[in-house]
């Protein structure tokens, strides 16, 4: 046999080998609708990683929290049962508590500003962390700035929260700071919150206009007060020996598909953002857009000195002054 012939038979071989060799389907989870700044961000994704990898890694996308609430994904991706999620930060401190700092109050000026810090050295840092807990976190991509909604009365001062039966993400920090408003916490799982405010066992919930939009919150609350009180940050995040096993060239397509997916889901938080006050109140909301932020700031000063105490001042101040 020629030696042309044999580098021909041997690359039929491989070649016959890759083509019967079984396609890798995994799974990745969100807890808000297809239709969404998360949806687009997992469909693009899954598209992503299966184009980058010519079609032998498929990616199976669940939305609506199918598979559980985000705490819950969380331990799923952990134990490796389900291979990855797009989750906000809200239950992730109590897996990664390094990233508690990024759920405080006031702390980013605006979108730009966080995405910065995300996609610089302090954020790529955090994501390191994610590593000794079982996890590989890909990218963050985000929800956005969380605004207060309830079905009493219009927020425009913090007094107005005084009092407020709100349901809260099962985040301490969240918890902390908002118990500093006056607000009644009650922390409970996203796909439990729809049918808690229409039936009245909380007042109102707080979520970026992302979120009140594609889950239709606005059917169940009548108020929403534009306090952009904190930045609520996305991450996605794979079983760390599932990223393990894939081959140097499969590992920089999941991380490159990460990259387009939150490039999709910022576009799209940034169109929810511009479209969405009208929106909401061509769907009946009473939106109050010109509250006094330095007032909120100020009704949160304990809280933070608090803060201050547990994350370290110059930690705070180096995000805040992040350029
Ligand atoms: O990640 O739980 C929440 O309020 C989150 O913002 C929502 O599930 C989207």
Known sequence: MKLSQLVLGVSLAFGLVAGAAAQTVMKISISTSQN????????????EVEKRTNGRYKVQTFYNGALGGERESMEAVQLG?????????????NFVPETKILDVPFLFRDKAHARAVLDGPIGQDLLKKFEAKGFKALVWAENGFRHMTNSKRD????EDLKGLKMRTMENPVHIAAYKGFGIITTPMA???VFTALQQGTVDGQENPLSVIISAKFDQVQKHLSLTGHVYSPCVIVMNKAAFDKLAPADKQAFLDAAKEAAKANRARVDEDDTKGVADLRAKGM???DNI??????QALAPVNAEFEKQFGKANLEKIRNYK
């Open 36 to 47: 969404s700044h998360q949806g687009v961000a997992i469909d693009t994704f899954a598209k």
């Open 81 to 93: 049962t389900q291979e990855l999620t797009l989750t906000s930060t809200g239950p992730v401190p």
């Open 155 to 158: 927020v425009k001062a913090p």
């Open 190 to 192: 996203f796909p439990e």
């Open 286 to 288: 009473t939106v109050i």
């Open 292 to 297: 006094d932020k330095a007032k909120f700031v």
